[in-house]
């Protein structure tokens, strides 16, 4: 491949600009964006979805309490505010009727192919485009390959000896079973993670008695929740400008700016600050000391992704339920029995253990230039140039791909950042002075090398276990300020990308 710098293309040419075909993978948040932008564009897309129904995450997860913890009106399109939310933080189901709704208004629904799982993309360098191949051996081609198949998509079994001889019913969060009644049970849930925690404050008063199973504790941030009323609602329908008010409220960002300062430096004020509130939630809300003592971590606050709640600590200290931080030896069909000989009787078992986080776009099958594969690129680590674009796999973007700033940000203002970002560098290639653009090898290498020295020190990596961290232990996360982010994505730096000119298609 010859490669050209941005700054030779008006030597190229200045021809007439080309329509791109795109094919867009997943219509959860990010696929519905993707969507959105390129139809206001008239661009030629589709977008290929293999479940039924769209909203991903927000269509897998439906377990009891499901909440999105950034505020609702803070976790909506910048273009599409809506004036419904019915609280400050919005259940999960709501979050769903939300996307619902702006496929709807954004008509966009035609442009949504169903039960099309894409099993395979390969790049033709003679061609310059992706072929796609569905489970059905059906394939097509496309220019332009956007890949916005989630983050936490695959759910994380445990291996635990006996999960299978359970009497009861077990299922992980993710694989929420409607049919199973909970009413007067008996449940167990293994995981206190965000899906854990919300758990456990949907059911402390549904059931008969609730075990929480914590193989380690996490530190819990108190936010305020309250509900929007009949008037407020209908003030947003009539005057947008509260619901700007909201979303651009000066504080609400500068915490966020804050919180993310606090992330990348484990020694500044405000991580201090965060401590404190966090440490001053256990110490001034649980009262029992051997409890209280139970649910403190070892580990820095923040290290695991941090917990919103304003209920959980009330809801632990219910009558009904118990904390078991044991080890759990094997699953039984009569319940749990740990290590110390206890046995927990259940009648249900939720499995609340997370994700597998480095799966992204896999198990399709992803290759790119020479054949090389997805899987033999990130055989270290999952990783991407400023999460979007990777060298050998032209035309190949994800949204919400691997070390972004996936913390406690709304990722639907990440991945409209990240458009803008790819957007651009799909110029020159709209602009016909180009057929494919891809980060240079070097500019990535110094990148990473660059991402994965500063998330060493920042907090995930100050000593605990969570999603975050990759198989050789360093956090796969956006290590410096938001800030830093929005700017990165604000423009491209062109000249760390390989642009193939168009000419060379003759
Ligand atoms: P998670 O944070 O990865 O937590 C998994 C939990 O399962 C941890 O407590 C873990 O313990 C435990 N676990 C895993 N394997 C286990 C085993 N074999 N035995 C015992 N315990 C085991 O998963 P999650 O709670 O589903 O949350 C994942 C992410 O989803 C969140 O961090 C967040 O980004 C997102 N989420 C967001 C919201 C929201 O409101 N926006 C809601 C839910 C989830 P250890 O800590 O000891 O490993």
């Known amino acids: ?38 139809d206001e564009r008239g661009e030629d897309f589709a977008v290929f979805e293999k479940a039924d129904r769209l909203g991903g995450t927000w269509r897998d997860n439906r377990y009891p309490g499901l909440t999105c913890d950034v505020p609702a009106h803070a976790y909506t399109y910048s273009f599409a505010p809506w004036p419904e939310w019915s609280a400050y933080y919005a259940a999960g189901e709501e979050v769903r009727t939300y996307f619902e709704w702006v496929a709807e208004r954004y008509r966009i629904g035609a442009s949504i192919h169903y039960g099309r799982e894409v099993v395979d993309c390969a790049w033709d360098d003679h061609a310059a485009e992706w072929t796609l191949t569905f489970q059905d051996g059906v394939t097509m081609q496309a220019e332009v390959v956007i890949a916005a198949s989630g983050v936490l998509h695959h759910p994380n079994l445990p291996d ?19 049919c199973v009644e909970l009413d007067g049970k008996r449940v167990g849930v293994i995981g206190n993670g ?30 305020p929740q309250f509900v929007y009323t009949d008037d407020q609602r209908e003030a947003f329908r009539t005057n947008p ?41 256990l110490e001034g809300t649980i009262k029992n000391p051997e409890l209280r003592e139970k649910l403190r971590p070892n580990y820095r ?12 600590y009330d ?33 249900v078992i939720v499995l609340a253990t997370g994700f597998k986080a480095d799966r992204f776009i896999r198990p399709t099958v992803v290759r790119g230039r020479d054949g090389r594969s997805l899987d033999d690129f990130w055989a270290t680590r999952p990783r991407a140039h400023f999460a979007v674009a990777m060298p050998g796999f032209p035309n190949f973007f994800m949204l919400n791909g691997p070390s972004g700033p996936v913390g406690n940000f709304s990722l639907i203002d990440i991945a409209e950042r990240q458009w803008g970002y790819i957007d651009q560098l799909l110029e020159p290639l709209r602009a016909a002075d ?47 300020s938001y800030q830093a982010f929005a700017d990165a994505m604000a423009e491209p730096v062109l000249e760390q990308f390989s642009f193939e000119p168009a000419t060379q298609e003759a």
């Open 194 to 223: 965000s899906t854990g925690v919300q758990l456990i404050t949907a059911l402390h008063d549904r059931v008969e008695r609730l075990v929480h199973f914590q193989r380690s504790p996490q530190w819990i941030m108190p936010v």
């Open 1 to 38: 491949m010859r490669e050209s710098r941005i700054g030779e293309r008006s030597e190229v040419s200045q021809s007439a600009s080309r329509r791109l075909r795109y094919a867009v993978i997943g219509a959860g948040m990010a696929g519905i964006l993707a969507a959105i932008k390129l």
């Open 434 to 480: 180009a057929r494919a653009v891809e980060p240079r090898a070097d500019a990535f290498e110094a990148y990473e090398e660059r991402r994965v020295d500063a998330a060493r020190k920042t907090i995930f990596g100050s000593g605990c276990t969570s999603w975050y961290l990759d198989k050789t232990g360093v956090p796969a996360i956006w290590p410096w």
């Open 301 to 312: 606050a923040a290290c695991k992704r941090l917990i919103y709640s304003w209920q959980y």
């Open 160 to 178: 635990i000896p006996g999960l299978s001889s359970f009497a009861g019913e077990a299922f992980h969060s993710a694989q929420w079973n409607d």
């Open 241 to 281: 400008a509260l619901i700007d008010a909201i979303r651009n409220d000066p504080q609400y960002w500068s915490n966020i700016y804050r919180f993310a300062d606090g992330l990348t430096d484990p020694e500044s004020p405000q991580m201090g600050e965060i401590e404190a509130y966090c440490r001053a939630n």
């Open 315 to 347: 809801c632990v200290q219910s009558p009904g339920v118990f904390v078991e931080t044991g080890g759990i030896d094997k699953v039984v069909p009569d319940g749990i029995l740990m290590k110390d000989g206890t046995l927990h009787p259940l009648d």
